[in-house]
Structures are given as C-alpha cells and as structure tokens.
C-alpha cells in the first residue's frame, strides 16, 4: 500500500479508535498504534477496544475490508504512512494544568521513527490531543525536532487538527461536523491534512496552529457555559413556579440575538439602561429566594473588570492627555447610562487624568429627560471635557481611545501619529495601517 494512502493513529482510546474506523470508511488504509497490547489484539482482530455507537460494527467491517490494522511497532507505522495522527490523552494534572506526557512520548517515538523514514513525501504529524495553545509550538515540535534532528516546516510536517466529536454519536459526528479546522506549520502540511476530509461536507478552516488550538477550547467553554446559564435559569423558575423548559424554547426561537453571532465578538464592557440593569435585578431576586446563581451573578463583577483593565492600560498617559471619541454606551444613541466609557472617565479623573472627549451624539443643548437629568446631577463636570470635533480631540492627546466604530471616528484615527497610542475598543477595519501605536482591548 502506497504511503500517500495510509494514516497512522496513536493511541487507541475514544478520539483515535473513533478515528481509525471513520478514516478506514472513507476508503483510507489505517493502522493503529498503541502501547496497550490488548488493544493492538482487539483492532487487530476487527474489535472495538471501547464502547460506542456503531463502533464494533464499523471496526469490523473495516477490518474485514483489509483497511484497518493494528501494531506497537512506532517505527512500522511511521514508515509506512503519509499522515500520522496523535490522539493520545492529555488528562487534567492535579493543579488544572494538563498532564503531557503521554503526547510528548508519543511525539518523540514519532520523531525517532522519521529519522530512518526513507519515503521521499513529506510526513505530517497532526495533533488530534485537545491540548492547551502554545503546546505543539513550545513542547511538541521542539520534541519532534530534537527526536527526529529534522526541520518542522521543511523536513516534515505538523499540523494542529482539533476533534468534535460527542460520546454516544461520535461516528456521526466525524462525519458530519459542524467544522474541520486545521493549524499547520506549511501549507503542504495543511493541504495534507485537508486531503483526508475531502469527502465530507463541512466548512473547511484553515488557520494559525494558536487559533486552531484555541478554537476547542472557546468551544467547550461555551457549551458549558450553556449549560450552566440554562440550569441557572431553570434554577429560578423552578423557585417562581414557571415552566424553564417553556422559556428557555422561547428564548431559542430568537435567531437573531440570542442563538447566533451577535454579542459574540470580543470587544469591549457592555452597558446601558438595560443590560446591567436587568442582571442586577434577577440576581437580586435570586438572593431574595436564598438560590445562588454564580454564573449570572458574576456576570457584572466580570463585566467591570474589563472596564479596570482598560483604566489600568491608559494611565500612564493620565499627564500626557488622554482623548476619548465617543462616550455614550453606543453609537447612534445620546444614553449615557451605565456607559463604561463614563465610568472610564470617572476613574480616570479621580487619579488625575487630562481627558478630552467627542461624541457626536453628545449635543447638550438638545437633551432632555433622562438622559439630560443624569448628566446633570451625577456627571455635570464632563460637559466641560466635550470637544466640537474629533481632531482638536485627536491634537490634544498622546492616547486616543476609540469607542464607536463610526466612519468619522475611523477617519480621526488614521490622522494619528507615530508618537500616539490608539487603544481600539472595536476592531478598526484596516487597523494594521494604522499610524499610531495600536492597542487592541482584546485581541
């Protein structure tokens, strides 16, 4: 069998096994590697080592179809393979680090067996191990390197390939997956690994091996956070008899809000009349009813600790002037409310900072209710920091802070200097050519 055909699995627990058969059935011939000798005797004899769905009976049609085999010889493997796959454990250490041992060992039996693979392709070695960004960067090339005395990027490949799948629908999560994501070191190794989904339909990322890494971890954090938000909520209506199941598939029929991309980009603190108003008010009748919530109950402290870490950010520049372009909590709006960038300003002033401000939506000769009474009895001293036009703004400060992704504050921002500081509050488009020193708040 050509090595251009074959793929090498290490480690034959849940993602490798699951592995194996989805690649064996998509016409791929497979071997399966692992120090487990009974492992290696079940695949080898058409046996699951594992129970899942659909799993025995993929692995022993594979099996019966001569494209699924098993051995511990590293070396074999590796030689007679194009891709090698690593999808060994890396359980929890006991301080929450993970343990990377396993992968590590694996890394380097992998390098030592390159070093005598004679093959005149380039070998790919794709980490399928969730491991924590900066791994395969900082731990494991350098491992392959030392191991193999072979060049990442040049010699052979690596490539960071993260899994989707779910206990009890794995086989149907292979494939069909919301997302293939891949992480290379070259764009042979990319294309490599890419070759391997060609059949299934999916979206294909491809991407840095940092954000491929990354990805798995901003996805299990969110559907945990999922989950702990839906029990949370659940949690209280059970207590004000009210039926969460009934509000929480209300909730999910909103498409354009709540299930979908909006509010998910990372920006800055969030604010208004209503958001910090309303979690402050279900908290506080979660504590009436003696149920904690934790998640919804920090979701204020955390929100301010954004907000304190720009404040943190900028004062060194509280003697050389700081400019502010744009106040209220968005644009398009005249609400001061809980904005942050007021509490910005409020902290700032109180350390001695020289701030100057423009907003456009900010015309005090026009307010009237509300938002008129608030800036007048809880922050009149800002009205005397409001500038006519972004420039003089601009002109005046050596750090600019731009809140509003408006064209006339982008505008603003590009007549920056060398000299000055652009903290971005909203990912500038074409920020990258920006004159300034640019800051990112979060990213």
Known sequence: MPTSTRISVFGLGYVGTVSAGCFAQLGFDVIGVDIDPSKVEL????RAPLLEEGLNALIAEQHAAGRLHATDNVEEAVH???????CVGTPSAPNGDLDLSYVTRVCEQIGTALKTRSATEQHVVVIRSTVLPGAVQNLLIPTLEKSSGLRAG???????????????????????????????????AAQAVAELYKSIDAPLIITSLGA???VKYADNAFHA?????????????RKLQIDSHEVMEIFCQDRKLNISPVYLKPGFAFGGSCLPKDVRAIVYQARQLDIE???LANLLPSNRLQIEHLVDELMPFRRSGIGLLGLCFKPGTDDLRESPMVTVVETLLGRGA???IHDPSLDLDKL????LRYITNEIPHIASLLEDQPDQVVANSKAIVVAHNTPTFREAASKTTAEQTIFDLVRLPDHQWLPGKYVGVCW
């Open 293 to 295: 919530l934790p998640m």
């Open 43 to 46: 695949l080898a004899s058409g």
């Open 368 to 371: 009237v209710g509300a938002n």
């Open 225 to 237: 956070a999922k989950i702990t938000f839906g029990n949370e909520i659940g949690q209280l209506c």
């Open 354 to 356: 020289k701030i100057r």
């Open 80 to 86: 007679s393979s194009r891709v090698s796959l690593v």
């Open 212 to 214: 491929a890494s990354m």
């Open 154 to 188: 040049k010699d052979f490949g690596v490539a960071q390939n993260p899994e989707f799948l779910r206990e009890g629908t794995a086989i149907h999560d292979f494939f069909n997956p919301p997302k293939t994501v891949i992480g290379a070191t070259d764009e042979p």
